[in-house]
């Protein structure tokens, strides 16, 4: 999550059979329509883990968190009033008993991640190293973010997917978190609170080769 999943939903859609075209554009639900290793049986786990390719995309983490806090608690309802409001009720002095949790500041959300678990997190700001394993799953091929539409055509071409098959394209309107305005966002927060968030993202930084 927030390394462009939406799209390898669509792509892999595509592949089942299910959409005709990548550029369908239609609400991607994360959880609908797809397996999940623990919805298998131990032996069918074993031999997916053994015999299918299997890729991750990895994010600047901090830039991640940045994407997840706008797109979730500046676009979607469901975050602002189930994480939202309890952001602002724990961090907000007087904030009242019912916020509304559409106002979450990039500070309030950093202080909430401070005091979550990481293995507790949810998906889209939880740190890759707990989501996806990589130190238990042996990935085929890892790929970033800064290098999408290389690395999303590599896979594409690994897994022998036919040629009328492409990662889609970045929307026009799209605008992802830069590393500008992930600079204009921590310049809001305390030094000590940054000092505070990074080790809980360490390994993200470390695996994946990320300037710290």
Request: contains cysteine.
């Amino acid at each position: 999550p927030k390394v462009a999943c939406s799209n390898w939903k669509r792509v892999m859609k595509v592949l089942a059979g299910v959409l005709d075209s990548v550029d369908v554009r239609l609400k991607m639900d994360h959880r609908s329509d797809l397996v999940f290793l623990a919805d298998l049986r131990p032996e069918e786990i074993r031999y997916r883990l053994q015999h299918y390719f299997k890729f991750l995309f990895v994010r600047d983490p901090l830039e991640r968190l940045l994407s997840a806090y706008r797109n979730k608690f500046g676009e979607i309802r469901e975050y602002q009033q189930r994480y939202g409001a309890e952001i602002v009720r724990r961090y907000r002095a007087g904030a009242g008993p019912s916020p509304a949790g559409d106002d979450v500041t990039f500070p309030e959300f950093l202080r909430y991640l401070v005091d979550e678990d990481p293995e507790r997190m949810n998906e889209h700001w939880m740190p890759v190293y707990h989501l996806c394993q990589p130190c238990a799953v042996h990935y085929d091929f890892v790929g970033s973010y800064e290098r999408l539409e290389a690395d999303a055509n590599q896979v594409l071409e690994w897994v022998r997917a036919p040629p009328h098959v492409r990662f889609p394209a970045r929307q026009a309107w799209y605008r992802p978190a830069s590393p500008e305005s992930l600079h204009y966002h921590l310049c809001s927060a305390p030094r000590a609170l940054l000092q505070d968030v990074l080790p809980k993202y360490i390994l993200d930084f470390s695996l994946f080769a990320y300037p710290l």
